[in-house]
């Protein structure tokens, strides 16, 4: 089964940056659509960004701005850069993807296991 792993966390003062990075364990026959997701302490899990195949994003109205999404098709990773980082956004990050594994398969939802990023004031 295919398995998102996500590096780059970790703990880092308001104003600083961070890059978050996701690679699929193995080949996939098509990735379609990759992001990122965050749940905060108390708080439900909410979509930060996401990228197509072709490149177009999407960000959460308080990232926009400060985090980009990009992605690397050819090797099934996407990427997050972190910028003028807030407490705020402490969180553990998750990536996302929705793919099809084998060429007959259905699209199918994956998650990463997550990986926390904590800001300091």
């Known amino acids: 089964q295919v398995q998102l792993v996500e590096s780059g966390g970790g703990l880092v003062q308001a104003g600083g940056s961070l890059r978050l990075s996701c690679a699929a364990s193995r080949t996939i026959f098509r990735v379609n659509v990759m992001g990122w997701y965050r749940q905060g302490p108390g708080k439900q899990r909410e979509e930060v960004a996401t990228i197509t195949s072709d490149g177009r994003t999407n960000y959460e109205e308080s990232v926009k701005g400060r985090f980009t999404i990009t992605r690397d098709n050819a090797k099934n990773t996407v990427y997050l850069q972190m910028n003028s980082l807030k407490p705020e956004d402490t969180a553990v990050y998750y990536c996302?993807?929705?793919?099809?594994?084998?060429?007959?398969?259905?699209?199918?939802?994956?998650w990463g296991q997550g990986t926390q990023v904590t800001v300091s004031s």
């Open positions: 996302h993807a929705l793919a099809v594994e084998k060429v007959f398969d259905d699209e199918d939802a994956y």
